[in-house]
């Protein structure tokens, strides 16, 4: 859980971003993943006209050898 200070919406003040991310060991130090960003879908800026993502969703491989 994340928060930071900026502007939710129109009001302007403390809000929290949620996310979840789970992932599993494929072979050695290999792992497949998927993530969530932002995952209550908050509408948000740090500055004042230049949003920030909405909810996001990533899945990958990270391979180590």
């Known amino acids: 859980i994340e928060a930071a200070g900026g502007f939710s919406g129109l009001n302007e003040g403390l809000f929290f971003i949620h996310g979840a991310q789970l992932s599993k060991v494929?072979?050695?130090?290999?792992?497949?993943?998927?993530?969530?960003?932002?995952?209550t879908d908050v509408s948000y800026a740090l500055e004042r006209g230049y949003p920030l993502p909405r909810r996001t969703f990533l899945a990958g491989i990270n391979l180590l050898y």
């Open 26 to 39: 494929i072979y050695g130090d290999s792992e497949i993943y998927a993530k969530i960003a932002n995952l």
